[in-house]
């Protein structure tokens, strides 16, 4: 039997336009996992540069990479903030 190759997959390499990154992050919204939620912040501020979006916050880019992880409890100004720096949105509508 041949050993079949894989390769790690990060959602942050194919996120690619501010279309795509507003998808993923609603797909984790309607999912409602707040774990998964911060993560999907995480893997849209990494596809846009951790560096650039630390500056645009003024936080710290470690604390970031640590706040948006999936074990991580960011503060909701955090949020506020890394959703800013990223050109999205939050928007609550009815259910």
Avoid: C
């Amino acid at each position: 039997m041949d050993k079949v190759l894989t390769s790690l997959w990060d959602a942050a390499d194919h996120l690619e336009t501010k279309e795509d990154m507003a998808a993923y992050l609603e797909a984790a919204l309607e999912d409602g996992d707040p774990n998964l939620i911060i993560a999907a912040l995480g893997d849209i501020a990494r596809s846009k540069g951790m560096t650039s979006i630390a500056r645009e916050t003024g936080l710290g880019r470690e604390s970031l990479y640590k706040a948006l992880s999936f074990d991580g409890n960011p503060e909701f100004m955090t949020v506020l903030k890394v959703v800013q720096a990223l050109g999205l949105r939050l928007r609550a509508t009815p259910i």
